[in-house]
């Protein structure tokens, strides 16, 4: 459960880029109705079906949105970092979350209730186009990974996922295998495998639970194309717009 702290009222402790883009005015008074709050490993932020009390801008870590079946197997169809905002059911007015979302990689947040965020929603006018155009760009994200999943192999959807990962929390995080395998919908073997295979290639070391990126440009090639084409897509929409690409 993600643990709340007392905090200053200071935009120096936001490093949420949603955030960020906001006005000082916006910014600040969004930053009132917030509390700091620290999100360890596998913390579960939703369950499917459960309502959504809170959403939660990242600071730093990185949370998995999963799409979880009747018999209890998941599969992820999304990442989302200090980029973007976990509760975006809450933007078209839902009350409920149709996935698990939970911490892949430790991390930290500001929480927001659902009511101070519809509330914040009709007051600050800069707000609603920021977090829009983020769940598009979450929604290309879950439509690649979908077809990902379906049609590449494990070796490359792993280099991808890893990639998608790095570029959220930096070269080294811990990782459990059997985290790995939830992921991306596979048995531990697989994972135990095909991360073998990425580290005899001298891509990532694999120690202890703790995977590091040794060979970033080696990763981007061993990776099916989805890494690419969810950083493409992004890429073209924020130019449209004039915004700086951080995708």
């Not at 927001?112 to 707000?127: H, T």
């Not at 981007?220 to 690419?228: D, G, K, P, T």
Request: glycine share 8%; with cysteine; charged share 25%.
């Amino acid at each position: 459960m993600a643990r709340a702290k007392t905090a200053e009222n200071s935009a120096d402790t936001i490093r949420n880029s949603l955030l960020l883009d906001l006005s000082p005015n916006e910014r600040g008074a969004m930053r009132a109705r917030m509390a700091t709050v620290d999100l360890p490993l596998r913390t579960v932020l939703y369950e499917a079906g459960d309502q959504i009390k809170f959403a939660y801008f990242l600071n730093g870590g990185c949370a998995s949105i999963l799409n979880v079946m009747s018999d209890g197997k998941s599969v992820e169809v999304g990442l989302v970092g200090a980029e973007g905002f976990v509760g975006s059911p809450l933007l078209a007015g839902f009350r409920t979350s149709p996935t698990r979302i939970i911490m892949q990689v430790a991390g930290s947040g500001l929480r927001i209730s659902a009511d101070d965020l519809r509330s914040s929603l009709e007051e600050f006018p800069q707000l609603p186009g920021n977090l829009e155009r983020y769940n598009q760009e979450l929604n290309i994200q879950a439509m690649q990974t979908a077809a990902c999943n379906r049609l590449h192999e494990v070796e490359h959807r792993l280099a991808r996922w890893l990639l998608m990962t790095q570029d959220r929390v930096g070269d080294s995080f811990e990782l459990t295998q059997d985290f790995i395998a939830h992921m991306l919908g596979t048995r531990r073997a697989t994972v135990t495998i095909t991360a073998g295979v990425l580290q005899k290639a001298g891509l990532i070391t694999y120690k202890r639970g703790r995977v590091r990126i040794k060979n970033r440009p080696g990763l981007e090639i061993n990776a099916c194309e989805c890494y690419s084409a969810i950083r493409r897509h992004i890429a073209a929409w924020r130019k449209e717009r004039g915004q700086p690409n951080t995708a």
